[in-house]
């Protein structure tokens, strides 16, 4: 059985940084792709990362580029998503996803995943 839970959320100043984590249980890293997606209030839900199963494709957002880094540590079968010179505006719940299908091939779309985690969240406020 799949399971995504996500941790590391919290509040933050602008400028600061923070590193979330993806523990995933019932496969490992190599058999799907990851996505990081976020929702803020009162907006649909954007695809902010992603990493593919053999980690030879990624995707960020283009508000995040030069910000946020997702990675891997397959000993702790974790997904990271460091977040670093945080603004307001990333303020959101942020999720990670298992993209099943076309593994190879990373997606900002939500549809294209199967399995979500519950969410932790992140706010960027002084």
């Known amino acids: 059985q799949v399971q995504l839970v996500e941790s590391g959320g919290g509040l933050v100043q602008p400028g600061g940084s923070l590193r979330l984590s993806c523990a995933a249980s019932?496969?490992?890293?190599?058999?799907?792709?990851i996505g990081w997606f976020r929702q803020a209030p009162g907006k649909e839900r954007e695809g902010v990362s992603c990493?593919?199963?053999?980690?030879?494709?990624?995707y960020l957002l283009d508000s995040v580029k030069g910000r946020f880094t997702i990675s891997k540590d397959y000993a702790k079968n974790t997904v990271y998503l460091q977040m670093n010179s945080l603004k307001p505006e990333d303020t959101a719940v942020y999720y990670c996803?298992?993209?099943?299908?076309?593994?190879?091939?990373?997606?900002?779309?939500?549809?294209?995943?199967?399995?979500w985690g519950r969410g932790t969240q992140v706010t960027v406020s002084s």
């Open positions: 996803a298992v993209k099943r299908v076309y593994a190879w091939y990373c997606s900002g779309y939500e549809g294209d995943y199967d399995d």
């Open positions: 019932g496969f490992t890293l190599d058999d799907y792709a």
């Open positions: 990493i593919s199963d053999r980690d030879d494709a990624t």
